[in-house]
């Protein structure tokens, strides 16, 4: 039987690493997506709570690697170019998808803002860089349609596989792994695009 002190830490580090999610999405989905700094702190902050869970855990006897600590980067590419989860996403992932609120997100459709906000969330779990390429931004805002990518570091999107889409449209109860969400084909380099927020919106027309 585990020691009742190692199991009482390793759930205050678990509630720690919810927290911080499910607060900071809350404030996102307030006041709008923060800026390059907040979003630093933030990932910083996950990744040394993710690090002390992996530990508390590890005092349980739950298989952990010590010689891998988070990263606050994204995985390193795979053979063929596509953009890879850090190695803590999944880890990282589970309080997000536990607290329910990014399930059938985007059931209803969705905003350039709340692309940032669910986009910026779902990228300081997984490493990976998620954007929306609508068909044209004007003076109203972006519309016609749009598809969701990942996007690698050298500006190629790559379509998106797995069930994160269905996930976020409220079809699937979980995104499955975010190493299954990457496709394998690039549809657009965003060096081709005429517009971007800066954040996690193209648009391939602008009409400003």
Sequence with gaps: MPDPTDLWQAHRAADNLSNTL?????????TGFPGSADGQRLTQQLTEQLTTLRERLADLGVPTDPTRSPQPSAGLPTSDGRPAPA???????????????????????????????AFAVLGAATGLRLVCVWEYRDRFGCGGNSQWFAEDSSGGLWDLAGDLDAWLTGERSHPGPAGSWVGRTVAHRVQALAWTDGEHNYAQLSRL
């Design 22 to 30: 499910a607060s900071s999405y809350e404030e996102a989905m307030a």
């Design 87 to 117: 190695h803590y996403a999944d880890e990282a992932l589970a309080p997000v998808v536990a607290d329910g609120r990014l399930t059938g997100r985007f059931r209803d459709g969705y905003t350039e803002q709340e692309v940032n906000t």
